[in-house]
């Protein structure tokens, strides 16, 4: 699994995939959560390099013990490759150093059961949007935060991720969570358009209205003050 980088999307490495038969899956754009892994290992890999630069060390060393590091509810890195640490700046026993094989399926299930465990977390505060059709007429969010009325083409073979053509004509991959019905945008643009009306006056025991009741009631009667008027993109078909 790689990004979506001019290197891995040419016909070069394409026949290289075929010739060495293995699949090449690509996360979604804009969408760096459903590569996390290797981008986790990416941003711990530049700032090793960056401290190692600031502080005029050896930039080896700095991966020589990250690769000594035992990973999370793991081995080390090292230990995982072939089947023994090395030897580093660090003190250590000769008994740390002796090559010990990890058995690959204890690696996986302890692996399977620590990603169960973050997909527990993670789906506590997550829902499950609805698919989207062929055809369907949404909105797509773009790199600079704006929606644009797009087209679904289709599911793409990755899971929650859709092809989907803009008014002029471009085609895009996005994620599930990236596209949004009319009826949604416009929830999110005015969340309190239905159902919070401003409560009326009440009266007291006595009959008559407080002077807090009297008041809201003076603000409601009031003229709206004119504004400049701007494009809803609730009323208008499309949004530019």
């Known amino acids: 699994m790689s990004d979506n980088g001019p290197q891995f999307s040419a016909q070069e490495f394409a026949r290289f995939a075929s010739e060495w038969d293995f699949s090449h899956v690509t996360s979604r754009p804009t969408y760096p959560q459903s590569n996390g892994l290797a981008e986790k290992a990416i941003h711990t890999a530049e700032q090793l390099l960056k401290k190692a630069k600031l502080e005029k060390r050896d930039p080896y060393l700095s991966l020589l013990e990250y690769r000594n ?11 995982l490759l ?49 698919p989207l059709a062929s055809g369907e007429q949404d909105h797509v969010q773009t790199k600079s935060g704006n929606w644009k009325p797009a087209t679904v083409l289709g599911q793409h073979r990755t899971p929650r991720s859709y092809t989907v053509r803009t008014s002029n004509g471009n085609e ?10 009319t009826r949604s945008l416009c929830a999110r643009e005015n969340p309190g ?40 993109p609730c009323n208008e078909p499309y949004i530019t």
């Open 69 to 79: 590091a035992p990973l999370d509810a793991l081995t080390t890195p090292v230990q």
């Open 172 to 181: 895009y991959r996005r994620n599930r969570g990236h596209l949004l019905t």
């Open 82 to 130: 072939m089947s023994r640490n090395l030897c580093s700046i660090l003190p250590t026993t000769s008994n740390h150093l002796r090559p010990s094989i990890v058995h690959p399926d204890l690696v996986r299930e302890r692996m399977e059961q620590k990603q169960a465990t973050q997909r527990h977390y993670y789906n506590q505060g997550a829902r499950e949007l609805k």
């Open 193 to 232: 358009e239905q159902g919070d009306k401003p409560e009326t006056s009440t009266t007291t025991s006595k009959g008559h209205q407080s002077i807090e009741d009297t008041e809201s009631e003076a603000m409601l009667n009031q003229k709206p003050t004119a504004y400049p008027q701007t494009q809803d």
